[in-house]
């Protein structure tokens, strides 16, 4: 996108040619009037009230030109604006989701200027040789550093987005990341399509290797609602994690592939935990229940809402990859993937250290070599009827439960609205039998009555009204 303006649109030339067409009318009425010896001391006048309003207007309309509201901003604004006027301005940009909105060489400015933030958005300033401060939301002067003598400046790469975000690392959607270098496909593709696949590639404890795609969800760390924006600015854990980017040292340094930023490093953490992490288990333990020894039941009921007590190997790597990235205090397991104790997390620390906070991480789509798929499959073939019935079996067991469970819940409920009902009665009064009945069978009908039970016990309904009717009838 070309941001240059046109010669005739620069606001330069349009200053310096309402300068020169008001000389050029000042003249002609100066001589209208008699000339430059008459009216001397008009002059003189004239040029103080000019200088003097251009001073006051370039003030007064620095007011308007940024959002700022204390003094020392507004008299930087003028600043600014004064220098502008000279062509002594630094750069002027807009940072907007954390992407630097500029017009073109407007980077390359060796004077102080000014960067408006949007409250999505956080940089870091730096000059050739040292990171000077960290800045959020609102709007910044840059100034020359006292340690450098340099001015500060924004550079792309070094701005942070408070959105919280996220990473998919591995292979595309569509991609076969086993496949040989296919005759249309250029050495560059095919070698981006191998570095996609070895930045997520795990062996099982079998040597049977998987490469899935890994979801990772993060942010910087902050409170949402301070440093100006309700996503939330710290300043310290900006500053770390942008003044700490790393590179990868097998790429050439003139790749752009080289520079590693912050928001890549909770993804290649992800990576490395899930090698770790699938390495502890066989091919079959990823897709079988997992033995009561590996997993209790109560690290079982973290990953979802399924009634089973027992997870699958992927089911607990997926777990174990969250708390690896999300928790200060992990489970620490053995070569057979069987838990130990708890020990402080890695990852979290390293990520905390950062200024990041990971929310969640995923372990989806695996892939696996045309081999293993033809096993999978015809494994499948072969056990998907004893598993569909052990399946269908379970879940018969834990509907039967649950009816039984739920039907000596409602026998107490039941038993506790009727006791209730019972003490409304008149205390220090006998009551005979049939008042007593009559009580019992109006809540019993108000108890049948329910939303959710009305339409499946209307004859229970008709006989309790007809037993109410009868009772205070009887003689």
């Not at 696996?368 to 879940?395: C, G, P, V, Y």
Request: aromatic share 10%; charged share 25%; net charge neutral.
């Amino acid at each position: 996108m070309n941001n240059r303006l046109g010669f005739f649109r620069h606001p330069k030339w349009q200053i310096f040619s309402a300068i020169v067409l008001g000389l050029i009318f000042y003249i002609f009425l100066t001589s209208y009037l008699g000339g430059a010896d008459k009216n001397a001391g008009a002059i003189v006048i004239d040029l103080l009230l000019f200088y003097v309003g251009i001073v006051f207007w370039m003030f007064f309309f620095a007011q308007f030109t940024l959002p700022v509201r204390d003094l020392v901003s507004r008299l930087l604004t003028f600043d600014r604006l004064w220098n502008y006027l000279f062509g002594r301005h630094g750069a002027a940009i807009f940072i907007e989701d954390g992407k630097v909105r500029k017009h073109a060489g407007e980077l390359s400015r060796k004077f102080p200027g000014i960067a408006l933030l949007d409250t999505a958005s956080a940089a870091v300033l730096r000059t050739d040789v040292e990171f000077t401060r960290a800045v959020g939301p609102g709007v910044v002067f840059t100034r020359v550093s006292p340690q450098s003598n340099q001015v500060e400046q924004i550079l792309e790469g070094e701005t942070a987005d408070l959105h919280r975000q996220s990473q998919f690392f591995g292979p595309k959607e569509e991609e076969d990341p086993f496949k040989k270098q296919g005759e249309k496909e250029t050495e560059a593709s095919y070698s981006e399509r191998q570095r996609r696949r070895w930045l997520t590639s795990g062996r099982t404890r079998d040597g049977i290797e998987v490469v899935p795609n890994i979801l990772v969800a993060f942010q910087l760390e902050a409170v949402p609602g301070e440093g100006n924006t309700r996503f939330g600015y710290d300043e310290t854990a900006t500053y770390r994690a942008l003044t700490s980017s790393g590179i990868e040292p097998d790429v050439p340094t003139d790749d752009p592939l080289r520079n590693v930023y912050w928001n890549e490093l909770p993804g290649y953490l992800a990576g490395d935990v899930w090698r770790e992490l699938v390495g502890k288990f066989t091919l079959d333990d990823l897709f079988r229940d997992l033995a009561p020894g590996i997993v209790s039941a109560s690290e079982a009921g973290k990953i979802g809402q399924s009634s089973r007590k027992a997870m699958t190997g992927l089911e607990f790597i997926n777990m174990s990859l969250r708390q690896r990235l999300t928790q200060a205090e992990v489970n620490l397991l053995d070569a057979d993937g069987r838990v130990i104790n708890k020990v402080p997390s890695d990852e979290y620390r390293k990520l905390k250290d950062r200024g990041i906070k990971a929310t969640g991480a995923f372990i989806v789509n695996l892939r696996f070599d045309h081999d293993t798929n033809q096993e999978l499959k015809q494994r499948w073939k072969s056990t998907w009827k004893q598993s569909a019935m052990a399946e269908k079996a379970q879940i018969e067991a834990d509907t039967g439960k649950a009816m039984v469970d739920g039907q000596a819940k409602a026998l107490q409920d039941y038993s506790r609205a009727v006791a209730r009902s019972l003490a409304r009665l008149s205390p220090g009064v006998s009551h005979d039998s049939t008042e007593i009945l009559v009580t019992m069978a109006k809540e019993s009908l108000s108890q049948v009555a329910h939303p959710s039970l009305s339409s499946s016990m209307e004859e229970e309904k008709q006989i309790l009204v007809e037993l109410i009717n009868w009772l205070e009838e009887k003689p």
